[in-house]
Antibody, heavy 116, light 110 residues
Framework: EERLVESGGGVVQPGGSPRLSCEAS????????MTWVRQAPGKGLEWVAN????????HYVDSVKGRFTISRDNAKNSLYLQMNSLRAEDTAVYYC?????????WGQGTLVTVSS | QSALTQPASVSGSPGQSITISCTGT?????????VSWYQQHPGKAPKLMIY???NRPSGVSNRFSGSKSGNTASLTISGLQAEDEADYYC??????????FGGGTKLTVL
């Protein structure tokens, strides 16, 4: 069974720098692009970033460019999102998902709350 | 990077059919056949219902179908059931190697 499990969320102060992790299982991780998507409370889905199979190509939504960094460790079947200079508007459930063109399957998400 | 345009809400009675539209531009929906549809129940992660415009993943009911014309994609749900009540999001791959989502449509089964 394909499975993605996110972790690393919690309450973070404005300006904080948490790192989210996503552990993949049930599929050949190294063969796939991976994606982060977020959903603010009561709002819609927003694509955040993606990364290719060997980590050499990365893309970001404009609102996080220069603040967030996506990375992966294929030996550990893991995807990461380093988040810096967090703002209140970054408060959201962060999902990891497999794929470039069609994100999916998805993990259960991890909630990041930016609050002082 | 503006979101794809979806109606905020649609409704229908059990047994009826409804269609949700998703309008993009020539740099996303109009060019690529990588339009997907997701169903999200409250408190749950999104579930992929349609990919590549009209393909259903294994296990998804054939009551769900997708299509595309020009810059607009559509999701049709036939034979509405109470369990279909949820939020639905479209997405499209873009020329920037990113993905855009629609703003979401709340489906109410009357």
């Amino acid at each position: 069974e394909e499975r993605l499990v996110e972790s690393g969320g919690g309450v973070v102060q404005p300006g904080g720098s948490p790192r989210l992790s996503c552990e993949a299982s049930g599929f050949t991780f190294i063969r796939h692009w991976m994606t982060w998507v977020r959903q603010a409370p009561g709002k819609g889905l927003e694509w955040v970033a993606n990364i290719n199979q060997d980590g050499s190509e990365k893309h970001y939504v404009d609102s996080v460019k220069g603040r967030f960094t996506i990375s992966r460790d294929n030996a550990k079947n893991s995807l990461y999102l380093q988040m810096n200079s967090l703002r209140a508007e970054d408060t959201a459930v962060y999902y990891c998902a497999r794929g470039l063109y069609t994100p999916g399957p998805w993990g259960q998400g991890t909630l990041v709350t930016v609050s002082s | 990077q503006s979101a794809l345009t979806q109606p905020a809400s649609v409704s229908g009675s059990p047994g009826q059919s409804i269609t949700i539209s998703c309008t993009g531009t020539s740099t996303d929906v109009g060019t690529y056949n990588y339009v997907s549809w997701y169903q999200q129940h409250p408190g749950k992660a999104p579930k992929l219902m349609i990919y590549d415009v009209s393909n259903r993943p294994s296990g998804v009911s054939n009551r769900f179908s997708g299509s595309k014309s020009g810059n607009t994609a559509s999701l049709t749900i036939s034979g509405l059931q109470a369990e279909d009540e949820a939020d639905y999001y479209c997405s499209s791959y873009t020329s920037s190697t990113t993905v855009l989502f629609g703003g979401g449509t709340k489906l109410t089964v009357l």
